[in-house]
C-alpha cells in the first residue's frame, strides 16, 4: 500500500504549526516535516514504519520527514471532546541550516536526525512537553518561536528514549499494508466483545492462519495477546479517569471473567487494578 501523502498547510506563513489532533483522521500517511505529537489524556495504537505499540497519558512521539504513521484512538466515550492530543509540525529549513550548524545546536541536530525513525520519549518527558506544546497552540511572534526551542530543549535533555521504527522510510512496506490499518480500526471499534480470529481475518481479507502469521510478523504479538493490551489500556484509562466499580470495568472492557481480567491487567500493566487506581486517588 502507498500511504496518503498529505500538505501541512501554514495558513498564518509561519514555518511550523501546532493544534489539536482530531481522532478521526486515523490513516496512513506521510508528510515532509518533523512531527512532534503528545498524546494528554486519550490512549490507542500508534504506527510508525514497522512498529506498532499501544500509547497512553503523556506519550510523546518524535517522526522525521517521511515516515509512514498513523494513529488510532480507541473507541470514544459519549462525551468526548477529540482532543486528546496535540501535534508541531516544522520544517528543518524553517530553522536554517546557518543556525543549526552552531556548535550550541549540536544536541538538536542528533535529534533531527535521529528522528528518521520515530522516537519514543518516557512519561516524564511528555509532562515536561505539554506546557510548551500547550502555548504553541496560541503563541504568535517570537513568543511562538520561544516555545517550540523550548520544546525541543526538553527533548533533547530527555535521559532516556527508543527509537520506534527498525527500518528507514525508504524501506518500510510491510507494516504499511492498509489491512492493518483496517484491523487496528476494527480493533478500536469493537474491543469491549469477544472478536474471533475468523472474524477479523475477514476484515483483513485473510484466511485466520494467514491473518495470525501476517499480524504475528507485522507487529511482534500475536493477535489475541494485542487485544488483551489494548483491553487493559481502556482499563486503566477508566480507573484513573472515572469512578466505575472494577467489576463493571471488567466487562466494559470485554473481559469474559474477573479472574481473566486479574490475570491480563497483572501482565500487561505490572500491578493489580486496585493498585492502580490507589495511585490516582488521594
Known amino acids: 500500500m502507498i500511504p496518503e501523502i498529505i500538505s501541512i498547510r501554514h495558513d498564518d506563513g509561519s514555518g511550523f504549526r501546532a493544534a489539536w489532533m482530531d481522532n478521526e483522521s486515523s490513516f496512513l500517511h506521510l508528510h515532509p516535516e518533523y512531527e512532534i505529537v503528545l498524546n494528554i489524556s486519550g490512549n490507542g495504537t500508534r504506527v510508525a514504519g514497522d512498529s506498532v505499540e499501544l500509547f497512553d497519558r503523556y506519550d510523546l512521539v518524535m517522526y522525521g520527514p ?4 498513523f494513529w488510532n484512538f480507541y473507541r470514544k466515550d ?4 477529540g482532543r486528546h492530543a496535540i501535534m508541531v509540525h516544522f520544517r528543518r529549513d524553517s530553522l536554517g541550516d546557518q543556525l543549526l550548524s552552531q556548535f550550541e545546536l ?3 541536530r542528533r535529534l533531527l536526525d535521529g528522528a528518521g525513525r ?4 518516557p512519561p516524564e518527558t511528555g509532562e515536561a512537553a505539554e506546557e510548551p506544546m500547550r ?6 511572534g517570537m513568543k511562538k518561536m520561544v516555545s517550540l526551542f523550548r520544546l525541543l530543549e526538553i527533548l533533547c535533555s530527555a535521559s532516556r528514549f527508543k527509537t520506534l521504527s527498525g527500518e528507514s522510510p525508504e524501506g518500510t512496506c510491510e507494516i504499511t499494508d492498509s489491512r492493518l490499518t483496517e484491523v487496528c480500526s476494527f480493533v478500536r471499534d469493537n474491543f469491549y466483545r469477544a472478536i474471533p480470529v475468523k472474524e477479523v481475518a475477514a476484515v483483513a481479507k485473510m484466511s485466520p492462519h494467514s491473518f495470525s502469521r501476517f499480524f504475528s510478523r507485522s507487529t511482534g504479538s500475536g493477535f489475541v495477546d494485542y487485544v488483551n493490551q489494548v483491553r487493559t489500556n ?8 472515572t469512578d466505575h466499580q472494577i467489576n463493571e470495568i471488567v466487562f466494559e472492557c470485554g473481559f469474559a471473567t474477573v479472574s481473566n481480567f486479574n490475570k491480563q491487567f497483572r501482565k500487561h500493566a505490572g500491578m493489580s487494578a486496585r493498585d492502580y487506581r490507589a495511585q490516582y486517588r488521594n
Open 66 to 69: 517521511d515516515l509512514r504513521h
Open 78 to 81: 459519549e462525551n468526548d471532546s
Open 106 to 108: 549540536a544536541d538538536l
Open 118 to 121: 520515530g522516537i519514543a520519549f
Open 135 to 140: 502555548r504553541l497552540l496560541s503563541d504568535t
Open 234 to 241: 481502556k482499563a486503566c484509562y477508566l480507573l484513573r479517569e
